[in-house]
């Protein structure tokens, strides 16, 4: 089942938000919109982002790294 959202802000933000819908090639302000949610959706969360970084230091500092002379190396 959908439900209609309203949404408010000013008149200039809203022109600037339906130029760059038509830029990126969106048909309708609306899709645009869902892809930004969606795009939200898929980000990871801060405590997320941390854990993956200390967990891959930890894997280095153990020595658990390939130093590879180009990404061409690691493939």
């Known amino acids: 089942m959908r439900q209609v ?3 408010s802000m000013p008149a200039a933000e809203a022109m600037h938000l339906k130029r ?3 830029k990126r090639g969106y048909s309708s302000l609306g899709s ?3 892809f ?3 795009a939200d959706r898929d980000l990871i969360s801060e405590t997320e982002l941390l854990k ?3 967990a891959a230091r930890q ?3 153990a ?3 390939v ?3 180009s990404l061409a190396d690691l493939l």
Do not use: C, M
Request: charged share 25%; no cysteine; net charge positive.
């Open 5 to 7: 959202l309203s949404l």
């Open 32 to 34: 645009y919109v869902k």
């Open 63 to 65: 020595g658990h790294s």
């Open 59 to 61: 894997e280095y500092l």
């Open 36 to 38: 930004l949610f969606q």
């Open 52 to 54: 993956s970084v200390r």
């Open 20 to 22: 760059v819908a038509k």
């Open 67 to 69: 130093k590879a002379k």
